[in-house]
């Protein structure tokens, strides 16, 4: 089933479900919240991290990192042998197992960005997001 349900319009809208789908939608971002203080207390942002491929895209591949939302590891952050042939196309295929860096969590659109390149510990994105996680946690 999907998150969101059924999307519906008009006379067919069940009030009721709309408010169980509202509650599932913001239990989801609470969990990705949870996850993503996680993450950075234990230092995950930035140093590697085993995973798996979930799906592959024209556009990258998405990685399940063991937590309430998978992140999407984009073509140009791919790196190593056997991820991208020299003409671009993506060889990693759902199952294949990657170790991936954390860059960003955007815990309001749910989004998780990843990458297999190396760098410093953190980008200064990933400071950001740090910072904006930790103020969620005081909250």
């Given at each position: 089933?999907?998150?969101?349900?059924?999307?519906?319009?008009?006379?067919?809208?069940?009030?009721?479900?709309?408010?169980?789908?509202?509650?599932r939608?913001?239990?989801?971002?609470?969990?990705?919240e949870?996850w993503?203080?996680?993450?950075?207390?234990?230092?995950?942002?930035?140093?590697?991290?085993?995973?798996?491929?979930?799906?592959?895209?024209?556009?990258?591949?998405?990685?399940?990192?063991?937590g309430?939302?998978?992140?999407?590891?984009?073509?140009?952050?791919?790196?190593?042998?056997?991820?991208?042939?020299?003409?671009?196309?993506?060889?990693?295929?759902?199952?294949?197992?990657?170790?991936v860096?954390?860059?960003?969590?955007?815990?309001?659109?749910?989004?998780?960005?990843?990458?297999?390149?190396?760098?410093?510990?953190?980008?200064?994105?990933?400071?950001?997001?740090?910072?904006?996680?930790?103020?969620?946690?005081?909250?």
């Open positions: 089933e999907s998150l969101f349900g059924e999307v519906l319009t008009g006379d067919e809208a069940d009030p009721a479900e709309l408010e169980a789908n509202a509650r939608a913001r239990k989801h971002k609470q969990a990705v949870k993503a203080g996680r993450m950075r207390n234990r230092g995950f942002f930035g140093q590697p991290k085993p995973a798996t491929v979930t799906s592959v895209t024209e556009y990258g591949a998405f990685v399940d990192l063991g309430p939302a998978e992140g999407l590891l984009h073509v140009s952050e791919m790196e190593g042998r056997g991820v991208v042939s020299r003409g671009g196309k993506i060889l990693l295929k759902p199952g294949d197992p990657v170790h860096r954390i860059v960003e969590v955007d815990v309001e659109t749910q989004r998780v960005r990843l990458t297999q390149k190396a760098g410093e510990s953190e980008s200064a994105e990933a400071e950001e997001s740090a910072a904006a996680m930790a103020v969620l946690e005081e909250r």
